[in-house]
Each structure stands twice: as structure tokens, then as C-alpha cells.
């Protein structure tokens, strides 16, 4: 368990906070490039618990700035976006991307007060369909954008999608680190379905290895096949909030997440889905977008959104699965079919995740052995945490890019054969290269 203290910390994302500090110091994917419309609507974001507004400007420029006009705190996300700006409906000011004043029609024609006065504006960078953004000091070198396979790739070969889901981010993450729960809580008990032939599920109690690396944690977990054969997967936690889930023979593609905090309380989740060499199979891709047999594939399907007023902050990615409605639980379909009886994979998680609290009180807890990812994780989390915050020192992956090169692996190994010794190679992505191993 953790202390209240420690909890605090790792939770805790706003300006001035350790832990939102850590997080200001890297590039932070906020939104999908199709959301934003040269001269189009602004959108109300919420990141690391502030107020802002993003927009793209009529020469394709996209603007992350304060949702309140410098003038008289009106807010910008009713603003008009025309003529390279953003301008404030309640007296007319207008701001560029960067946030400077480009025009005060209410004062008089001679006035200098624009040439004093900013709003916080923060840079922003497109890739592939991603926007990116730097919250932290504004410096002439900002560092570089990381460089993570799933956003490298080809756009055949990955699918992405986004939801918000309304817990504190490390809750979020956790539950993807967590190797023990996917055969149990994501399994069915009537013997259909592919669920069923998981090698996962032939050993409920694994036994888990864990290895620092540069780029934050490899959680291996071990399962026995039989008398000389092991089956690992090897998750990885990267630096500040990725995590990275194994392929499986089924399904041979590389997954994970950015859990991207809104606030305290609201996560992002900007989910990656993507073959390193191939295009997805147009199946794959239409169970991502519309879900199977009416459940939740591992991404929020089309039909899951409920769509939100524009003053929402992400008003176009809140789902119909919520706390409120106990996430649509089934008990007859948990009688009859599925172990959890919610309907999907994503869904499945999600209400294990945020289904109590958005911030549980982790002094409460009882941890196992199957939790020593999750244990490790943490101390990892208040080391790096500590050394910015006490010494300046900064993770490696905030300067060198290649630092998240870096893919999850699903390995049948010999029992004599070390984990890490076979998947060195194999958990450094090469961009263009297969997987390099039997699936």
C-alpha cells in the first residue's frame, strides 16, 4: 500500500504540484489533429488541471491557450476564430497561437496596452494525426518530441482512439500494468470465444519479474505451459504515463495507452493499437470502431460516445459507461456467459478502475505478489518524482528521444532460457521491422 502522503504526490497533477511538474517536462498528446478546423470551433481542454483552449488558426496553426481573455476573464472558448486569432466575444481582444494581443477594438487607436499583455499559451507540434504540446518552461530548446513507434508508423498500420474516463491517472494506468487480472477479469465461462485460448489462462497465478530501465519499468510475468516451457509477457511502463500490452498469436498487434491527466480526477485515454510492418486487417479495424456483438472491443467504439455540450472540457469523448449506471452491468450475462458480465474489454477495465472512487485511498489496500509491477512502479514514480523535484534531475527521456523505442513482447521460451536475455532485442522497437519472433 501506499502511505497518504506518497498518494498524494503521485496523484496530485496541477501547476506547482511535484508530480505536474514531472509531467511538464515532456510533450504531452492532447488531441487528434481531425478535431481541429482552420477557422472552426474552438475546443475546451482540460490538461494537468488547467483551463485551456485549443484552436487551429486560418493558416493551419494550432493554438493551446487560457480559456480566460486577459482583458476581463471572459472565456475564450466562445471565441471567434477569424483572421489568424482567437477573439474574445465580450469586448473584441484577440490573441494569436502564441498568445500575444493582435488587437484591442475597444481602446483607443494610439493605445500600447496589447504590446504588454499575454495570455499563457503553450507550443504545440503535429505527427501523423496527433497533437502535441509542451506545458513546461518556455525556454528557446524545447526538448524533442518523443519517439513512439505507434506514432511513427504508417497510418494503415495503427488505430487510435480517445475516451475520458473519470478516475486519477495512476488508477488508470495501473490496471494496464497489471498482467494478473486479464485471464480472470476479461475471461468468459461459457467456452466460446477466442477468450478462452489465451495462453494466459492455462495459469492463473503467475509469477512476475520486474527490470528498471531507462525508460521507466518492464513487468514480466511468468506462466508455466508445462515441465519445459514458459510463456512471459512482458509489459512495460514508459515515462510519465505510457503503458505498452504484449501481442498474442490471435491478435498479432502492439497495444497500449497514454493516460494523459485531465485533472485529479479525469484521465485521458488515448488508446494506440498498431502492427510495426503491416496494415491492420480492415476487421480489426471495424471491431475497434464499432465493437463485436454489440460489447466494447479494447477501444471506445463510435456508439459508445455521448457527445456533450462544447462547453465541456473533451466534450466529444465522454462515453454512456459510467458510475452513474454502474458501467450498464448485466448480472444475467455474468450468470451465463461473461465472468465480469460488462460489456467489453475497455469497459471491463474501466469500471474496475474508477468504479469506486476517482481517488481511492491506497493506504486501504492489500497487495500480493501479483502486485509487484504495481509496487515497483510507484517507487520508481516518487523517485523520479523526488530527484526533479529535490535535485533537478531529469528522467533520460525527457532529452533523447529514442529513449521510448520501445514495443511489449509475448515470449514461449524454454524454462532454461532467460526473458531478458531473449527479449533484449526484441523490446527495442526498429520502425519498419516485424516482430522478429514466433508470436
Known amino acids: 500500500m501506499l502511505s497518504h502522503q506518497d498518494n498524494e504526490t503521485l496523484v496530485r497533477v496541477g501547476p506547482g504540484t511535484a508530480m505536474g511538474s514531472l509531467f511538464r517536462l515532456y510533450w504531452i498528446p492532447f488531441l487528434f489533429s481531425k478535431d481541429l478546423v482552420a477557422d472552426g470551433q474552438p475546443k475546451r481542454i482540460m490538461l494537468l488541471g488547467e483551463d485551456l483552449v485549443a484552436f487551429r488558426d486560418t493558416e493551419q496553426r494550432v493554438g493551446l491557450v487560457a480559456n480566460a481573455c486577459a482583458h476581463r476573464g471572459a472565456p475564450l472558448m466562445f471565441g471567434r476564430n477569424e483572421d489568424c486569432g482567437l477573439r474574445c466575444v465580450y469586448h473584441g481582444w484577440k490573441f494569436d497561437v502564441t498568445g500575444a494581443v493582435t488587437d484591442t477594438p475597444a481602446e483607443p487607436a494610439k493605445s500600447r496596452l496589447k504590446e504588454k499583455v499575454r495570455i499563457t499559451a503553450y507550443p504545440c507540434r503535429e505527427r501523423n494525426g496527433v497533437l502535441w504540446t509542451y506545458m513546461g518552461p518556455q525556454t528557446a530548446d524545447l ?17 487510435l482512439s480517445m475516451r475520458i474516463q473519470e478516475c486519477n491517472w495512476l488508477q488508470a494506468l495501473e490496471g494496464e500494468i497489471d498482467s ?9 465461462i461459457d467456452s466460446k470465444g477466442a477468450i478462452n485460448k489465451w495462453l494466459a489462462t492455462r495459469d492463473l497465478r503467475p509469477t512476475f519479474e520486474c527490470m528498471r530501465q531507462d525508460f521507466g519499468m518492464s513487468i514480466a510475468a511468468k506462466r508455466r505451459l508445462d515441465e519445459q516451457t514458459n510463456y512471459w509477457r512482458v509489459n512495460q511502463f514508459m515515462l510519465p504515463f505510457y503503458s505498452l500490452v504484449p501481442p498474442q498469436s490471435k491478435h498479432p498487434e502492439l497495444s497500449g495507452h497514454a493516460w494523459v491527466p485531465m485533472d485529479d480526477n479525469h484521465t485521458i485515454c488515448l488508446m494506440f493499437s498498431y502492427h510495426p510492418s503491416e496494415p491492420l486487417p480492415p476487421r480489426m479495424r471495424e471491431v475497434f470502431e464499432h465493437g463485436h456483438n454489440g460489447r466494447e472491443s479494447a477501444h471506445a467504439s463510435q456508439e459508445s460516445f455521448v457527445k456533450r455540450d462544447p462547453s465541456t472540457p473533451y466534450a466529444d469523448y465522454w462515453t454512456k459507461y459510467t458510475r452513474e449506471n454502474g458501467f450498464q452491468f448485466d448480472y444475467q450475462s455474468q450468470v451465463d456467459t461473461w465472468f465480469s458480465g460488462l ?22 489496500e492489500h497487495l500480493g505478489s501479483s502486485d509487484t509491477g504495481i509496487a515497483m512502479t510507484r517507487r520508481l514514480l516518487l523517485e523520479a518524482v523526488n530527484a526533479y523535484r529535490d535535485r533537478d534531475i531529469k528522467p533520460s527521456g525527457v532529452t533523447d528521444p529514442d529513449t521510448f523505442m520501445v514495443r511489449a513482447v509475448s515470449l514461449t521460451l524454454p524454462e532454461t532460457t532467460s526473458w531478458v536475455d531473449f527479449g533484449r532485442s526484441h523490446m527495442q522497437a526498429k520502425l519498419g521491422a516485424g516482430f522478429g519472433y514466433q508470436l
Request: charged share 15%.
Open 143 to 159: 526538448p524533442p518530441l518523443p519517439n513512439l513507434e505507434w506514432n511513427l508508423v504508417p497510418a494503415e498500420n495503427v488505430h
Open 180 to 188: 494478473a487480472h486479464a485471464p480472470i477479469l476479461h475471461s468468459r
Open 343 to 364: 460489456p467489453g474489454l475497455w469497459v471491463q477495465d474501466g469500471a474496475c478502475q474508477s468504479g469506486t472512487k476517482p481517488i481511492f485511498d491506497r493506504t486501504k
